[in-house]
């Protein structure tokens, strides 16, 4: 016994000095995000009032440059290891205001393709760029500010529910859809022991994980972002909810950049562009019915000739 408890000591004292050992990574983004209102020649100037307005700024050479969202992966190569290559030569766009949709078994590349597009990781071949600016340019911070993210399982809330509050006034007040209404979270939230004011416990052990699902959805109607990222969205919520939420998710969506992850297809059927992914490369590219047209993998899949692993 005393043995397998030294081992044990020993693997973990590895990994804390494997950790201790690391590189410290140094964030040498010059671009920042800036609030900006349009002159009369319509050129941008920055301002600090809030004007409904973003532009991306070069604090190296001052340049400013209009965040409309616009998503381009440039032939791009990544692996977390040098041994595996995880993608291969990638190349996609995304429009401002277009939803693209990541389709594949696991393991083919999808989450990896969204973990670039956060910068968690800095790409080893090819780039990314938005509105024209490589991403490496851009400050991490930022990046984060500017992305919402749904997780399946994880929901950051630490404290009270004191921002849902805000989203249910916005319901009743005739909002654009935003809010409790967009997650259908309402209902449930006042059937808690203390409504609104409910303390969450530690990684919202005290509600199930698909009420976790929806307060996420509901929280990202009023975060607001201009580019939005959907891991399995509703992989927890049962149909009949999917479909009471499906027009609040398409109002939540409109006029924003969305990239969407779903093994359940049909979430992603009224997606702009269908990307089909395996093994680190497109396979196949289109939209539903183009798609089903070509009778390759993605009809396999939906036509359930060839199952998700």
Not at 8 to 20: K, N, T, V
Not at 47 to 72: F, H, I, M, N, Q
Not at 206 to 228: E, F
Not at 255 to 284: C, K, P, Q, Y
Request: glycine fraction near 10%; charge should be negative; hydrophobic fraction near 35%.
């Amino acid at each position: 016994m005393q043995v397998n408890f030294l081992l044990a000591a020993l693997s973990g004292a590895e990994r804390i000095f494997d950790m201790m050992d690391e590189e410290l990574e140094w964030d040498e983004g010059t671009v920042t995000l800036c609030r900006v209102r349009e002159k009369e020649d319509g050129s941008l100037e920055e301002c600090r009032e809030r004007s409904g307005k973003w532009a991306w700024k070069d604090t190296a050479d001052g340049t400013v440059v209009p965040l409309c969202g616009d998503v381009r992966f440039h032939e791009v190569e990544f692996g977390y290891t040098e041994k595996k290559q995880i993608l291969k030569k990638i190349s996609l766009y995304a429009k401002p205001g277009k939803k693209i949709a990541f389709v594949g078994s696991t393991g083919a590349g999808k989450t990896t393709i969204i973990n670039l597009i956060n910068r968690f990781y800095d790409v080893q071949g090819g780039c990314i760029t938005y509105d024209g600016i490589d991403v490496k340019k851009s400050r991490r911070q930022i990046l984060e500010d500017l992305l919402d993210w749904y997780f399946r399982t994880l929901i950051y809330l630490r404290g009270r529910l004191q921002k849902i509050s805000a989203m249910e006034s916005g319901c009743k007040s005739g909002g654009s859809g935003a809010g409790s209404e967009t997650g259908q979270c309402r209902f449930f939230i006042r059937r808690l022991p203390n409504g609104y004011d409910t303390m969450i416990e530690s990684d919202g052990a005290n509600l199930s994980q698909g009420q976790r699902q929806l307060l996420a959805i509901a929280r990202a109607a009023v975060a607001d972002p201009p580019v939005l990222i959907l891991d399995e969205a509703t992989s927890s919520i049962d149909t009949r909810t999917e479909r009471l939420i499906e027009k609040g998710m398409d109002s939540l969506m409109k006029g924003r950049t969305v990239f969407v992850i779903a093994h359940r297809l049909s979430t992603v059927r009224n997606s702009n562009a269908i990307m089909v992914l395996d093994h680190g490369e497109i396979i196949e590219r289109g939209d539903h019915e183009e798609l089903l047209e070509q009778r390759g993998r993605y009809y396999q899949l939906y036509t359930g000739q060839f199952e998700l692993e």
